[in-house]
Structure formats: structure tokens, C-alpha cells
């Protein structure tokens, strides 16, 4: 195999002794991306967004005060009343301010793992600039060490910059589609801005100037800037490596290019004239072709506008407003103990990775193993094949281990029994994956996959997810050593 080692990105697993810059191999227990500084590590490594290391053990939530919008994205249709459907703008109940502070209290004292509070809509969080600044700041009155997060089209960032430095407000999503206003216009139909409706190339050029005006401002302050790009085939996809040059050159932290949500029954322009979303393959080949580029996000889930958990799940549902006791105390000491413990986490979890660094390391091939897991956090493969609503999926090979994205899965087992309906679909979804890692499975679905080329095993249980994908490829191409 190659013995040179190219970044990926910030958050590739590499078999060299990348992280933290030394060469020993104790430095395997800092998470620390080698191209991340520490400064800038002590900002992101409890941010389940900014980090994928932290996705593995921190949560979000999101509160949904910000129900207006100053644009039309024609992928958006904004309802308020469906709890079944995960994708940005939907919500199941507005809040006030007040509202919100409630709940985030009740979640702070109910979930450890909460690090950060977002704002995403279901409007524009700008836009909707009151409602935002009095639920910050009176969040921040309680819980003063949650992390704040907005995310917005960027058309009134510009006129809240010193606001947000103000507030602390250390990560800002603006999500930029184009840097061409040819391209926005197919888009956005229209913007309101100063007074105004304004439609067409007219209304595209402002917008993307804004944009790119606001992402200047926000690092010039020294804000985390991600951008979230919709990858739409036929309109932007092709210009998504121009939106990545130009954000990277203005500062922007992260670039998130995630799948265009497409359907009729959502009632949006593009379901409603059948513009289609890029398939798992189309997408990762857009994701591959940026690396290099401004580092990539690629464990986006896109979330709901009042998600609440991990990345992966969403708890909403256990904490609608006629759940939420009258009155909830924040208390901090479950989650610094629970900060306490994924610190200590971290030490045993790099020196697993380390060793399967290593074993990847000697496998003298430059084969790719795509490896599907079935995890409910903490950076192990630790949920039941059955129970699996989505499988993380990971990227081994001469570069070392990546997580390249999700695939989402209706769970096949309901209520104690398999549901063989949901494994034609399951199969489906597991498209070009080699190997299933799961804490425990049947016989009838690990043969089911098994006839469609697909091993799944629980051999691995509870293992770090890096130390048994790396035995899973060190084993498939036979060439491992014992370990150091
Ligand atoms: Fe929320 Fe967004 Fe902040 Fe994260 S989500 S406002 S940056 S705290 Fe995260 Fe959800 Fe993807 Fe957004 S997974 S849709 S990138
Ligand atoms: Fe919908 Fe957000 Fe676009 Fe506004 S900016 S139309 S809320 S997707």
C-alpha cells in the first residue's frame, strides 16, 4: 500500500500518527484532528455538528421560535402540524421564547449528553431575529454553558453581526446553494428584502451577495462558520466545487453538501414538479470530489427544527410542551459528569484506534471496504441489527477509516417480532456495502443479506466502532500482524 498519507479532511481516522502531530503513539488518546488547533478544538469538541468525534457523545436541540422566513427556497414547504417527517423546516409546535426556555431546561436536566442549543427555523432564525435573541439570552440566564448555534439563508446576516459576536453566538450556519446568481434563480423564486418582494435574477444576486458579505463579516469577528449546501442534479451539482472554493477562501469552517429532500406529498416547488433528489452514490461522488477543498461535514442528518438528541435519533416527542414539567431545575452535575466520563472515554478509544491504525496500516493493498454500523453512540457498535433505524457508514482503506455518511432504515424489528416487509427496502438502502456491524442479529435477516452479497455479524459487539472496522478490513485482505 501507499505508505504516504493524504488528509482527507478534519475528520478522517488516518493510519499515520497524524493526530496531534506527534509520533507517539499515546497521542492516539487525543481526538484533536491534526489540522485543528487547539484553540480552535476547545470551540468544537463538544459540538455534535462541528465535530464528528463529538457526535459520537454530545446532543443539540433545537427550538423552533423562528417561524417566519424571508425567502422562498423551492425546496421548502414549512408545516407545522407532522411529527413522522425529519427534514429542516418541519416542526410539530412553534414555541415563544418563554416556551423555550422551559423546555431547554426540562431537556438539560433529562439528557447529559445536551451541549448545544440551535436555532433553525422553521423560518429564518435572522429573520426572525427577537424571537432568537430572547431565547438566547434568557437561555443563557440558566445555563450558561450551552453552547449557541443559528442557522440561516444569510439575506439579514449582514445586519446582525455585531449582535452575534455580542452574544457569544459561536456557530453560524448560512446555507449557500450557489455563488452564481444564474444558477440561484432557479432556486429561490423570491426574497423580501428591504421593503420589497423581489423576484428572479434580481432577487438571486442579492441574496448571494448578502451571503457571502455576511460569511466575510462572521470570520472576520473569528466565528465558526459552516456552510450547508442542498445538492440538487440538473441545477447545482455540478457547481457545488465553485460554492466550495468560494466559501473556503472567505473562512467558512465546514461545508455540509447534503441530498435535496424531494417528494410531492411535502407540497414544495421541486416535489411538485418532480425534481429529484442525488442518489447515496451521486452524493458521496460530489462529497469525494471537494476533499481537499473546505473541509466537509458528512454526518449531517438534517435535522428537524425542534430535533432534541444525538445526531442520529430525535427525542422531540418525549418533551412536547404538555410533557414538560410546570417547573424544571436545571442541574449541571449530571453533565459535567457526564463530560467527566467521555474525557475519559477518549483515552481507551484512541488506543483502540491506534491499533487498528495499525492493522490497517499492514495491509498491503489499496483496497476500499465500505462497513455499515448499527450504533446508539459513544463511538461503539452497540444496537441490535432489528433495532436500527439508520447504519453509520465507514470508508476503510489505504487513507485510514472515515465516516462517509448515513443510511436511513425503517427498524425491522417491531415489537419483538422481524418484519420481513422491511428488509427489501433494508437491502436496498445497504447498496454497496460490504459488512453490517451490529451488537446482535437473527438468522433470518443475516441470510437474507448474506444472498445479496451483504455479511452482517455480531462478532464485534460493543467493540469501538474504528477498532472493529479496521479487524473487519484487516481480515478481508489477510494480510493483519498481531498487534503491538
Ligand atoms: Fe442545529 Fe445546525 Fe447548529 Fe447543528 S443541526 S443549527 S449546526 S446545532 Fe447539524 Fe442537523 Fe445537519 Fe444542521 S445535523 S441539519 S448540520
Ligand atoms: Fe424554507 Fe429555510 Fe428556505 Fe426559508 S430559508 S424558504 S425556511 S428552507
Not at 493526530?19 to 489540522?35: E, I, L, M, Q, W
Not at 412553534?94 to 438539560?108: D, F, G, I, N, S
Not at 487498528?356 to 498491503?364: D, E, K, L, Q
Not at 452482517?456 to 500482524?481: L, P
Request: negative net charge; aromatic residues 6%.
Amino acid at each position: 500500500m501507499s505508505s504516504q498519507i493524504v488528509p482527507l479532511d478534519s475528520l478522517t481516522v488516518s493510519p499515520s500518527p497524524r493526530r496531534g502531530g506527534c509520533a507517539s503513539s499515546s497521542c492516539g488518546t487525543s481526538p484533536r484532528p491534526a489540522d485543528v488547533d487547539a484553540a480552535t478544538w476547545e470551540r468544537i469538541k463538544d459540538h455534535p455538528c462541528y465535530s464528528e468525534e463529538a457526535h459520537h457523545y454530545f446532543a443539540r436541540m433545537h427550538v423552533a421560535v423562528a417561524p417566519a422566513c424571508n425567502i422562498q427556497c423551492n425546496y421548502c414547504n414549512r408545516k407545522y402540524d407532522c411529527s413522522n417527517e425529519s427534514r429542516p423546516g418541519v416542526v410539530s409546535e412553534r414555541l415563544t421564547p418563554q416556551e423555550a426556555v422551559r423546555k431547554v431546561v426540562a431537556v438539560a436536566a433529562a439528557v447529559p449528553e445536551l451541549s448545544v442549543l440551535g436555532i433553525a427555523g422553521p423560518g429564518d432564525a435572522l429573520h426572525d431575529w427577537k424571537n432568537t435573541r430572547a431565547t438566547f439570552e434568557a437561555v443563557r440566564e440558566v445555563i450558561p454553558d450551552l453552547k449557541f448555534c443559528l442557522s440561516t439563508n444569510g439575506l439579514a446576516l449582514p445586519d446582525h453581526i455585531d449582535e452575534i459576536a455580542e452574544m457569544a453566538i459561536d456557530h453560524v450556519t448560512i446555507t449557500i446553494n450557489a455563488v452564481d446568481p444564474e444558477i440561484g434563480a432557479r432556486i429561490y423564486p423570491w426574497i423580501f428584502f428591504d421593503h420589497k418582494r423581489r423576484t428572479g435574477l434580481e432577487a438571486a444576486t442579492i441574496l448571494l451577495e448578502r451571503q457571502m458579505l455576511g460569511l466575510e463579516m462572521l470570520t472576520a469577528r473569528g466565528i465558526l462558520v459552516k456552510i450547508n449546501s442542498v445538492m440538487i442534479p440538473g441545477i447545482n451539482d455540478h457547481h457545488l466545487a465553485e460554492v466550495n472554493k468560494a466559501v473556503r477562501a472567505r473562512g467558512a469552517f465546514l461545508h455540509n453538501v447534503m441530498p435535496l429532500i424531494s417528494d410531492p406529498a411535502h407540497g414544495t416547488h421541486f416535489g411538485l414538479t418532480g425534481q429529484r433528489g442525488p442518489t447515496q452514490s451521486e452524493l458521496k461522488a460530489v462529497q469525494d470530489r471537494l476533499d481537499g477543498g473546505a473541509k466537509l461535514m458528512r454526518h449531517c442528518r438534517q435535522c428537524r427544527a425542534d430535533a432534541i438528541g444525538l445526531l442520529g435519533e430525535d427525542r422531540g416527542q418525549e418533551f412536547t410542551l404538555d410533557r414538560l414539567p410546570e417547573v424544571a431545575t436545571y442541574d449541571p452535575v449530571a453533565r459535567d459528569a457526564y463530560r467527566a466520563f467521555v474525557a475519559a472515554e477518549h483515552g481507551d478509544r484512541g488506543a483502540a484506534r491506534d491499533d487498528a491504525m495499525r492493522r490497517i496500516g499492514a495491509v498491503a493493498d489499496d483496497a476500499r471496504l465500505l462497513v455499515a454500523v448499527a450504533t446508539k453512540g459513544g463511538a461503539r457498535v452497540n444496537e441490535h441489527f432489528g433495532h436500527s433505524r439508520e447504519f453509520q457508514v465507514y470508508e476503510a482503506g489505504p487513507n485510514g477509516i472515515t465516516l462517509v455518511g448515513h443510511r436511513k432504515v425503517d427498524a425491522y424489528c417491531m415489537g419483538g417480532f422481524g418484519e420481513d416487509a422491511t428488509l427489501a427496502p433494508t437491502i436496498a438502502a445497504l447498496d454497496g456495502i460490504d459488512t453490517v456491524l451490529c451488537a446482535k442479529v437473527g438468522d433470518c435477516p443475516r441470510d437474507a443479506l448474506l444472498a445479496a452479497g451483504i455479511t452482517v455479524t455480531d462478532a464485534h459487539a460493543f467493540d469501538y466502532i474504528e477498532a472493529a472496522v479496521g479487524k473487519i478490513y484487516a481480515a478481508r485482505f489477510g494480510r493483519a500482524i498481531a498487534a503491538a
